[in-house]
């Protein structure tokens, strides 16, 4: 693609250790599996890679370990096309982040991750690297590194005028100022209620939450329903932007795969609808493949997809 957008996606790697099962494990129980496989994952590195693969221009930064699986994540980089300069290994001899994925039957998927050298993500790191983050139109960021990183970059993007994208997962208790330094977020149904401190079970619906997550400053609140598509709530209003059909097998990544293409579009100066569209484009494709990062789809079967789905 010409004049590509560039944006910076900042946050984890970890190696996934993935294995499928007609069930998941009740507390105490053994449960056969099978298809057991090494991959590669971090919510960052999924979005980074999900970023490059819809034609952007991507500034990528972690903190990998000095070891066999930080050698992935460089291996993996180099593979995609997407710079390394700015992956730094650990200077506490900690290890590379890793996680256990189990996958249902039904496609469906429960993750432990420990981040590891992910941790030592700092504000440090943030300040030196924040002069080629502003050539950036974006900067997307997770919650798999310390809070105190992320709402350093996101003051620092208010002041620069750079975007600031926060993919709220997995969920950690912010500060409320974080809000109004982001200009989207773009949480699933349970963590905007997270966001909120509201009870999973307190009957509100997701236009309100959303409401009320803009109420407390955050500009676009773009909340991911799954296969329902995604709840747009702006300034404008509120509306739902459906997903594609498709049969799903592996929902592991899906999110990631849309906080990266919906960046991109937005990059790209598409408004946010349409963004959200693409974005439930290549989220659709991606849940149709197993594994994550290998599931990722490219920019040229989204376009196709959406030539031949007007």
Known sequence: MENKAKIAVIGSYAVGATIRCRQFPAAGQTVPGHGFEMMHGGKGSNQAVAAHRMGAEVLYATCIGDDSFGQMCLDLYQQEGISTEYIRKSTEGTATGAG????????????????GANNEFSSEDIDRIFPEIEKCKILLMQLEMPVETVLHAAKRCKEAGVSFVLNPAPFRELPEE??????????????????????????????????????????????????????????????????????????TGAGDTFSGAFCVAVAEGQDPNKAAEFGNIAAGLAVTRYGVVDAIPYRKEVDSYRKENK
């Not at 974080?178 to 989207?184: E, Q």
């Not at 909120?196 to 909340?223: A, F, H």
């Not at 991911?224 to 594609?244: A, Q, Y």
């Open 178 to 251: 974080i809000f109004r330094y982001c200009d989207y977020v773009t949480p699933n149904q349970t963590e905007a209620r997270q966001m909120l401190g509201i009870s999973l079970s307190e009957n509100i619906s997701d236009e309100e939450v959303g409401i009320q997550l803009c109420n407390r400053g955050i500009k676009n609140v773009v909340m991911t329903l799954g296969e329902g598509g995604v709840l747009l709530v702006t300034e404008s209003g509120s509306r739902i932007v459906p997903g594609i059909r498709v049969a799903a097998v592996d929902t």
């Open 100 to 115: 256990l994925i189990y996958v249902n039957e039904n496609g469906e998927n429960e993750i432990v991750i420990g981040l």
